[in-house]
């Protein structure tokens, strides 16, 4: 199974992705979907992926100063870190922007979401077309562990048609089927040019084939 229904727990926002350049943004949000839950989650176990994460537009070329996303544990009550990174898809094959942020220690409850937040990432320099992935390592027995997915994003964009997944083999797109797969994703950042990003468009590999696994609204 690639997705599941959970219980709706908070709220957010997206569109089809536009190639170009604008000036940097300044300090605030350069990407925000966090407004609507659309009760999925897709999940590391199900997929087989190391990592899960978007594709997303950005408002303009920034600095990152903090990133939020959201969890939910199908398991039991588990412990895990979490990982996150930036990939450039202005070539071929997306290339990694800066080493992995870690959070490590995080306790998550069976059944429920914990949004998390990655601070002090130094002012990193982003283009405005960019790859957001996140792993999950250490995870606790029990533990299953996946990411929320928001739809429509209300600061920048994503197309909404797919997610990214990436199973040891390379960034491929995966899909739910609803349209609605982006996941839930904060950007904020702070003013600096940087470089316009490259409007060739990146294609991925193998879109990934789906099935949904409903669960009972409580």
Do not use: W
Request: hydrophobic share 45%; charged share 10%; proline share 6%.
């Amino acid at each position: 199974m690639i997705a599941m229904f959970r219980k709706l727990a908070a709220p957010l926002l997206a569109l089809g992705m536009a190639l170009g350049g604008a000036g940097p943004v300044a300090a605030g949000d350069a990407y925000d979907n966090t407004g609507t839950d659309t009760g999925l989650t897709v999940f590391y176990s199900s997929t087989g992926a190391t990592q899960l994460g978007d594709r997303v537009m950005l408002s303009a070329p920034s600095t990152v100063e903090r990133v939020e996303t959201q969890f939910f544990n199908n398991g039991t009550d588990a412990s895990f870190d979490a990982e996150l990174r930036f990939f450039d898809p202005s070539t071929p094959t997306p290339s990694l922007i800066a080493p992995a942020f870690t959070v490590s220690g995080l306790s998550i409850l069976s059944g429920e979401s914990l949004t998390v937040s990655f601070t002090g990432l130094g002012g990193l320099a982003l283009p405005q077309d960019l790859i957001v992935m996140f792993a999950v390592t250490q995870v606790s027995a029990g533990g299953d562990i996946g990411l929320n997915l928001f739809d429509p994003p209300t600061v920048g964009s994503s197309d909404a048609t797919f997610f990214l997944s990436d199973s040891g083999m390379g960034i491929v797109q995966a899909a739910t089927l609803l349209d609605m797969d982006n996941i839930h994703l904060s950007i904020s950042t702070m003013a600096a040019p940087v470089p316009e990003a490259s409007t060739s468009l990146l294609l991925f590999g193998g879109l990934l084939g789906l099935a949904l696994l409903s669960r009972r609204r409580a």
